[in-house]
Every structure is written in structure tokens, then in C-alpha cells.
């Protein structure tokens, strides 16, 4: 997703790779609304906006701020309440996600099943303008899915994922998989973590910093206090968010 931007760079200092596919450098600051209507106003050069429930109206917005503009989808869990379900045979549907209304585990082996529909969504964030996608829930294989998925079914996965959104001159983000970093950090553009603070991960990041790739990276629980001068250390683009990811935000 390149709209808004320009060959030499952007505002947020994020400058195309030779492909001209969007790099996000380390520090850059951003926002990450999935709750709401999305506030347009915020300070912060990258914006992380659900793909379905967003228009190319928001997203042009969003340009004409300077802003690069980043396509949720959830891509390892069905939801009911998305335009798409019906294509979801019920063969790939196992477990709920627990904790999360309306969401059941994906079977990521049908890679013949899952690529068609990814690609349909990647197609919509690409037509709305977007300039990245972050895929949620990569990580099925550490869950309780209801499918005997491995550490080799994920990667595959992933990598599809990846494929996709560059094929259609995308970015694209890991979405916490940290255990992975090591074999995906070649196959996507930056990263996406929720509560490695939290959890004492954040060193585990640190690849995607070492290729110049930006790491975006909120906490919810912890106050700014207690990750910001790690984050600033390890070169994340760090804030404070509520779990339900509304507007509000307090960066590092």
C-alpha cells in the first residue's frame, strides 16, 4: 500500500524499499485503533485501522494527513460478524477463541482452502488504499485450536500470508509469534506486539530492529514507567492502550 506516499520518503521518515513496497523504520510512532470511529486527528505518522469496518474514504483521510495507514484482519480465526464468513467451509473451523466473542480456530494446514479468502481480504485492503496489513492470531499452533497444528504448519502459513500482501506491493507485519522471529523476520516488513514488557519478550524483538524494521509494541496493563525506557533502549515504537484498542493512547 503505497497511496500518499513518495518515492524519497514519508513524513513519518519511512522510506520505500527499492520495490516500493512501504519499510517502517525503528521508532516510528503510531497508533493502533480497532474500537470505534477511527479518530483521524492523532499526532502519529502510522495508523493501525480494522480493514473491513474502515473505508477508502478513512484511509485517503488519513493520507492527506501524512499518515500511512495499516489493514487488520484477523487471519487465524474465523468471526462471525465479518461480510466474508460464509466463505469459511465448516471443515476449517475448530475451537473457540476464548475470551473472544464470536471467533473459532482455523485449520491453517488447508493452505488450498484459507489462500483464496486471504487473498480476497488482502485484495480489500489494497483496493481501499491501505499501505500494510497486519494479519492477527499467527500463532494458532501455541493454542488450543481443536486442529494438531506444528511449528511448521505456522510457518507455512505465515509465509503465504506474507507472499500475498507482497504480491500485491503490500508490507506486511508479524503479529507476536515471537518464537518465530527467527525464521520470519526475512519474510515480513516490521512487527507487532501486544504485552512483551509484560511478559519479559521484548529482547526477543530485537531482529526486526537489527534489519532496520520498525517493532510496533503497546502494553495494557503496565504503567508507561515500567516498559518506556526498554522500549526506547530496543529501539520500539511503545505505548499504552486499552485492551479495547478505543482511541486513547499514551505513547513513550
Not at 501455541?142 to 500485491?168: C, I, K, S, V, W
Request: hydrophobic share 35%; glycine share 10%; proline share 7%.
Amino acid at each position: 500500500m503505497t497511496p500518499g506516499g513518495t518515492p524519497g520518503g514519508t513524513p513519518g521518515g519511512t522510506p520505500a524499499q527499492p520495490s516500493g513496497r512501504w519499510q517502517p523504520k525503528p521508532g516510528t510512532r503510531w497508533q493502533w485503533q480497532l474500537g470505534g470511529r477511527v479518530d483521524t486527528s492523532v499526532d502519529a505518522p502510522v495508523y493501525d485501522i480494522d480493514g473491513f469496518e474502515n473505508s477508502a474514504k478513512t484511509v485517503a483521510e488519513l493520507h492527506a494527513r501524512g499518515r500511512k495507514v495499516i489493514c487488520y484482519i484477523n487471519a487465524g480465526a474465523w468471526e462471525n460478524f465479518r461480510s466474508d464468513k460464509e466463505k469459511f467451509p465448516a471443515s476449517v473451523l475448530g475451537a473457540k477463541n476464548k475470551g473472544w466473542d464470536g471467533e473459532k480456530w482455523l485449520d491453517i494446514r488447508r493452505l488450498d482452502v484459507l489462500r483464496p479468502i486471504m487473498a480476497a481480504r488482502i485484495d480489500m485492503c489494497r483496493q481501499k488504499g491501505f499501505d500494510a496489513v497486519e494479519p492477527d492470531l499467527t500463532e494458532g499452533f501455541r493454542n488450543r485450536t481443536g486442529f494438531p497444528l506444528t511449528a511448521d504448519h505456522q510457518l507455512a502459513f505465515n509465509r503465504m500470508l506474507a507472499e500475498l500482501a507482497h504480491e500485491r506491493g503490500l508490507a506486511v507485519g508479524l503479529k507476536n509469534d515471537l518464537e518465530q522471529i527467527p525464521q520470519l523476520v526475512r519474510d515480513f516488513d516490521f512487527a507487532v506486539n501486544e504485552q512483551c514488557a509484560q511478559y519479559d519478550e521484548c529482547e526477543k524483538l530485537t531482529p526486526f530492529i537489527k534489519r532496520n524494521k520498525a517493532v510496533f509494541h503497546v502494553e495494557y496493563e503496565l504503567p508507561p514507567g515500567d516498559f518506556c525506557d526498554t522500549a526506547k533502549r530496543l529501539g520500539l515504537s511503545s505505548m499504552k492502550k486499552n485492551l479495547d484498542l478505543d482511541a486513547w493512547r499514551r505513547p513513550c
